[in-house]
């Protein structure tokens, strides 16, 4: 990465980015994110939990549930949309 910046005449200062990101969400209430980047393998079982949590049953992508009850999976023309929007009331 250093290359490449140095390449378009910048500097990598990583600290400077990780001290930026961490100020940047802790503006928008999201706390951690400097223990993340201490260590970025600490949140991947969040994510998988997260992932095996919604991903029950896609067989598709994208994959959509509308209102929790109508489900699509993969490209659908508008007119399945329309029904499942109407079908969801």
């Not at 490449?4 to 930026?20: I, S």
């Not at 393998?41 to 549930?65: F, R």
Request: proline share 4%; no cysteine; charged share 25%.
């Amino acid at each position: 990465m250093a290359e490449v910046f140095r390449g378009h005449g910048l500097d990598y200062d990583v600290d400077g980015l990780t001290e930026f990101l961490v100020e940047a969400t802790k503006k928008v209430g999201i706390e951690g994110a400097a223990e993340f980047l201490d260590d970025p393998n600490k949140g991947v079982q969040d994510v998988y939990a997260e992932l095996e949590k919604y991903s029950d049953h896609i067989t598709g992508v994208p994959y959509y549930v509308i209102n929790g009850k109508n489900k699509l999976s993969g490209g659908q023309p508008p007119e399945v949309f329309a029904r499942a929007f109407q079908a969801a009331d």
